[in-house]
């Protein structure tokens, strides 16, 4: 078996750069070739598995977090028909993995397992459009407040994960809403609203359960709504993520959707699997069963 392993040095506060030499060490051990491809600047890994000579790799591997993941699947996707994608391979290493956990995959030494008994599922993938150019993710993507929450957490990100208490808490304070029109396969909603998750898996942010109903492979998307709701009942309502309860609030709404568009006033950024990338406006669609990734 042969690997391409794009490494994030700086993924889970460069923890990835100290495993490299053990992760290697073990995959060849069990007889694994690896070449080791290791980014150098923020999107280096688009370049990087954009040019890689696939049909010579057995499995494509991400070693870091859901940043990681959605730009080794964005390179391939940019260059590659998907049915000629090896599958694509995860060592959770980053400070959120939250895709990772969909996979079964809670640790490095998951992710080495997956690799050794190259067992691997198809998978759906989503996809929006941003200046005429398509994007995909397979975690989730959203807007309003946490997106906002993560461009707080992200200027005190050397706080590692009490970066984002701070970002709760801060854009609590600064709480607003947003109007928006949000069609989903057809039927449409509009209001007053705090932030809308389109989630191709159940995890945000490491264990956060943000679609407690949502499968990496039924052909839908699952859409968390939280519409307008006071400040005290928005920080009540957070730690009930951890469980995926907070769907139950009465300002909480869920749905299944192969393809959503949404407009807002005023246009929101985007979060896809963690990346703080894209607006609003923006058409999501998912594409059922498209890549296939080791579990």
Known sequence: MKVALIVNPY??????EKLLPLIEKKLSSHNIEVNTYISLYHEHILKITSKLKIEQYDAIIAMGGDGTNFHV???????FKPEKIPPIGIIPVG???SFAMDLNLRGFEDGIRSIIENKSKWIDVCSFTQAQKKYY??????????TDVAKTAQKFKFFKDFSYIIGVFYRTFKLSFHSMELEIDGNMISGKNCFVEFCNSRFTGGNMMMAPDAKIDDGFMDIIVAGKISRTALLATLPKIFKGT?????AVSSFKAKKATIKTWPDKTLLPDGEIFGSTPATINVHHK?????S
């Not at 498209?290 to 080791?294: F, G, S």
């Open 95 to 97: 400070s959120g993995n």
């Open 73 to 79: 699947l964005n390179g391939l996707l940019s260059a």
């Open 137 to 146: 993710f397979v975690n989730l993507t959203g807007f309003g407040f946490v």
């Open 11 to 16: 993924a889970g506060g460069k923890k990835s």
């Open 290 to 294: 498209m890549i296939r990734y080791l």
């Open 246 to 250: 907070h769907i139950k609030h009465p």
